[in-house]
């Protein structure tokens, strides 16, 4: 009797980036289960408890938590940040970056100059783990703005987007997987 091949999994957590992903389109290749919930953010993360161990874990999150933000308590955000992508259980884990958006009609940057300071320091704290960091920040971006056409409301993306997203996303996935050293 042939013994029936599985699909690898892939587990998707995070906010509405990663729920409105129409992920068994770009990624018929694997079982994907999406555990995205729109207007979540970090305290949705650090309390998932869903068993991903026996899957690749895609994780995005953060924009739903930028206003609570400023100067005195983002690093302290960052912290959690870390500590609740790094718990989640996985084969591998693929963290994208806080995307950008477009908040004010009077084409403000601000809010974009601070998500690419946050994200700078996430990707710091993440230097030394096993996270793989997706960082399409800029790829999403033009006149320091959410590219008006890879949006469907100056905020979510539309299929022109989710395609940068999974082209970056599928790149990674041809690799083989970290190996963790020989001790």
């Known amino acids: ?7 690898p999994k892939l587990a998707f957590v995070g906010n509405s ?3 409105f992903w129409a992920l068994n389109i770009y990624f018929p290749q ?15 993360v650090e309390a998932f408890d869903v068993d991903t161990s026996d899957c690749r874990v895609v994780i995005q999150f953060g924009s739903n938590d930028i206003y609570q933000l400023n100067d005195e308590n983002v690093d302290g955000y960052v912290e959690r940040y870390v500590k ?25 940057t601000s809010v974009n100059k601070f998500i690419c300071m946050l994200n700078q320091k996430i990707h710091r704290k993440l230097e030394g783990t096993d996270i793989i960091y997706l960082d399409v920040f800029d790829r999403l971006l033009q006149d320091g703005r959410l590219n008006p056409e890879l949006t469907i409301d100056d905020l979510h993306l539309n299929g022109k987007g989710y395609s940068i997203l999974s082209e970056a996303l599928r790149r990674t996935l041809e690799q083989p997987l970290k190996q963790a050293p020989d001790l």
């Open 84 to 108: 609740a992508v790094l718990a989640v259980p996985s084969r591998q884990t693929y963290l994208f970056c806080i995307f950008p958006r477009n908040d004010y009609d009077d084409y403000s």
């Open 1 to 7: 009797m042939d013994k029936i091949e599985e699909k």
């Open 30 to 44: 694997w079982e994907c289960l999406n555990y995205g919930v729109p207007g979540e953010g970090l305290a949705y």
């Open 17 to 19: 980036h990663i729920a």
